[in-house]
């Protein structure tokens, strides 16, 4: 079931989203994390199609009016979808009491050692009460981990090396292939057995292949049914009339 947004009447104190800043039009990605936030985000909607959920890349979550807000990298919440009038100022982010709860996974990716992933992003998300916080750090700035993943356990994060994120039914995993035309190492969203969420162009791929495959199987059999032929008239049978 969708969350129900929470409205402004005497059972709930609701900030006034005009006095918020919802966007400042500040761009602070590279190339690198811009592509692996699009192939986290972008296999997720091409994969649980049948899900509701919200899942965005940049966008800014207030978890209190006392404090600005917290941009992730990436995040993902079940069960809430984004409001009809998306371009009102208090649908425009993520306000955890308009959603009614927090993303259920919080995600940053390490560029340089300023971000503070580990300190006090983390008691933000922590504070905040995310699920899960997932710190994932490629060129190994902060220490030789390259995914650390923390599952919140009572009112504290709690590192573990459970790749399965239980509470949300998917999994992480280190891939290593090709994405927009970049071979290189990713982070994706993975089943339990293992298998990576497919992007839009990786399931039309898939797809294609096996039509392939059936034309393939297809045109073989009817070289099959063409050879017996050739041998029944041979025999003197008229593979027609059988």
Known sequence: MVQEV??????YYVPDANQLVTEDDTPVDNFASAKQQRLLVSSLYSSLQNQTFLAEANVGIYYTDLQPPIVPDVFLSLDVQVPENWWEKQNRCYM??????PPEVVLEIVSNKEGNELGKKLKIYEQMRASYYIVYDPNQQLGEKVLRIYELRGTRYFET???WLEQVGLGVTLWEGEFEGRQDHWLRWCYQDGNVLLTGDERAEQEGKRAEQERQRAEQA???????????RAMGVDPDNI
């Open 161 to 163: 090396s459970e790749i």
């Open 222 to 232: 009817e070289q099959r049914t063409q050879l017996l032929a050739e041998k029944l």
């Open 96 to 101: 955890v009491w308009r959603f009614g709860k």
């Open 6 to 11: 929470l409205i402004n009447n005497d059972d």
